[in-house]
């Protein structure tokens, strides 16, 4: 088996049965913000999107970047399509002209031609990526790999009863704009990035160690940032609070837990797995030490270059013949009408303050709430609100020009915007806003009706203490993630803590865990 990573999340596997291209991302995401690094936008894409295969994991753009799989990927490749609960995958890329489908069934094998098999894990909760995440496991002639990307399922078990796994590729960096636009003093903020990048890595730490594979492709990040007011993001700065660590930061983390089977990529390396997987040889078109030593430079080269492209985006964003009040109201209202769980959740209004920039650093034009108990779309009345998003107009006129249906897909992933709240973090305010399509609300709304309602009665003991074995936030096997200081219990896999004695969840709003003191004989 050949694995010749191409940036990101993406690569090329290639077998005597057949090759798969997976996640390939070459130009800007989110607002133009987001850049593969290394920079992966010169090689040979004619070459390396002639495959038989290819598996979209899900559709955040850093993994679906539709231009780039328009242009450069045979539209003969059977795609490998994820069981998710709404087809906007497949729609999209039969729209780019795809034709060929595998509408795989999640955690069943299925085998293609030559003794290829895949299996695709689906993830399907409103929080999973943009309602849904995956993951891809393949087997060919004894060598097992998993390419587990950005997605976190409870636990891996369904790919250890497929038999030993050689080369397991997954995320270890940040993906998320937390803690970075939120309005917080300096220390406060480096304390939260702190705590979020410790648990990105006892998160990673868990999932190896669950697989115990014989060699780890850290992949899926770090993004790099280009523009001028979102630079201060890339870790080159000497912020302990930065989430974004760099493969050479891994190397080096997994090294203080005893790790020694990292495999690092970059884009263009190849890596060839024998001996029934057990053995790898990896060649890279240079150094990987030296290209990290001097990432720095890499990026400032890149930001030169990349200039051009970062101003064309910005030229297009601006709409200002659009009335961004009666555009909200007009695709907004009605879905809060059909809410019920997620309007419940927010529980109040949360305003929207627009920027005459690009961004929050700018003078405020206008200021709209959107008032999930009143269930309407208006003026800011100058009240008290928990929750503020602070962005360019610019951003939200194009939203609403391109009809865009998932605002975390675009703007909340951007970090083109600052944020403050009252309280806790509250899930229903970023599910709501990708759920902004019939569909996807109604999906959701079933989703937490129906996790609402189910009562999970198998219990895990911690100490002295019986608590329900599934996490309240997304069903996570506490007796594997969590971790109990005192009568605080901690879910790793998110990161979410929870009260014993009350029950009450300490990070966000809703999601009661059931505990008890266990009695003594």
């Known amino acids: 088996m050949r694995i010749t990573g191409t940036g990101h999340a993406s690569m090329r596997i290639d077998t005597a049965a057949g090759s798969i291209l997976t996640d390939p991302w070459v130009n800007p995401a989110y607002f133009a913000s987001w850049f593969p690094f290394p920079d992966n936008s010169q090689l040979d894409w004619e070459t390396l999107g002639d495959v038989d295969y290819l598996y979209v994991s899900h559709l955040h753009r850093d993994h679906f970047d539709a231009e780039h799989l328009k242009r450069f990927v045979n539209k003969k490749a059977t ?94 960096s940040g993906a998320i704009w937390y803690p970075m636009v ?44 280009l523009d001028d007011s979102l630079w201060q993001f890339n870790d080159i700065h000497g912020d302990e609070g930065n989430i974004f660590p760099d493969q050479s930061v891994f190397l080096s983390e997994y090294a203080k837990v005893g790790g020694t089977n990292a495999v690092v990529q970059l884009p263009g390396s190849v890596t060839v797995l024998t001996d029934g997987g057990t053995k790898q040889t990896t060649e890279h078109p240079m150094p990987v030490e030296e290209f990290f030593a001097n990432k720095k430079a890499h990026l400032e080269e890149m930001r030169e270059r990349k200039a051009p492209i970062i101003a064309a985006e910005k030229e297009s964003w601006r709409h200002p013949e659009i009335d961004v009040l009666g555009a909200m109201k007009k695709r907004i209202e009605p879905l809060l009408e059909e809410s019920i769980y997620m309007a419940n959740g927010v529980g109040g209004p949360v305003r929207f303050d627009l920027t005459d920039s690009f961004g929050p650093d700018g003078e405020v034009v206008e200021s709209i709430v959107v008032d999930f108990p009143g269930k309407q779309v208006r003026k800011y009345a100058d009240e008290k609100v928990r929750y503020r998003f602070k962005t360019g107009r610019a951003l939200i006129e194009h939203l609403i020009h391109v009809d865009e249906g998932d605002w975390v897909n675009s703007l909340f992933l951007s970090c083109r915007f600052s944020a403050a709240r009252i309280g806790q973090y509250n899930e229903f305010v970023y599910a709501f806003f990708k759920c902004l399509s019939e569909e996807r609300l109604q999906y959701a709304e079933g989703w937490y009706d129906e996790h609402e309602k189910a009562v999970d009665a198998e219990d895990t003991q911690f100490g002295d203490w019986t608590v329900q074995r599934r996490c309240p936030h997304l069903k996570a096997d506490l007796s594997r993630f969590g971790v109990l200081d005192g009568n605080v219990l901690t879910c790793q896999l998110h990161g979410w803590k929870f009260d014993l004695p009350s029950g009450r969840c300490l990070t966000g709003v809703g999601h009661k865990i059931r505990a008890h003191k266990t009695e003594t004989p």
């Not at 069943?108 to 003794?115: A, I, K, S, Y």
């Open 79 to 172: 795609v490998l399509l994820p069981e998710y609960p709404t087809s906007q995958l497949e729609d999209e890329l039969r729209d780019l002209g795809f034709t060929s489908f595998l509408r795989t069934k999640s955690d069943e094998v299925h085998e293609l031609d030559g003794g290829l098999k895949i299996m695709i894990q689906a993830l399907i909760s409103p929080t999973d990526g943009p309602i849904g995440d995956s993951s891809l496991w393949v087997e060919h002639d004894g060598i097992r790999l998993l390419n587990q990307n950005d997605a976190r399922p409870a636990d891996l078990t369904r790919f250890t009863e497929l038999g030993h796994v050689h080369a397991h590729m997954l995320q270890f």
């Open 182 to 225: 939120y309005e917080l003093p300096e220390n406060a903020k480096t304390a939260f990035g702190k705590q979020k990048r410790e648990r990105q890595f006892d998160r990673t730490w868990r999932y190896i160690d669950d697989l115990k594979a014989d060699f780890v492709f850290p992949i899926a990040g770090p993004p790099c940032f």
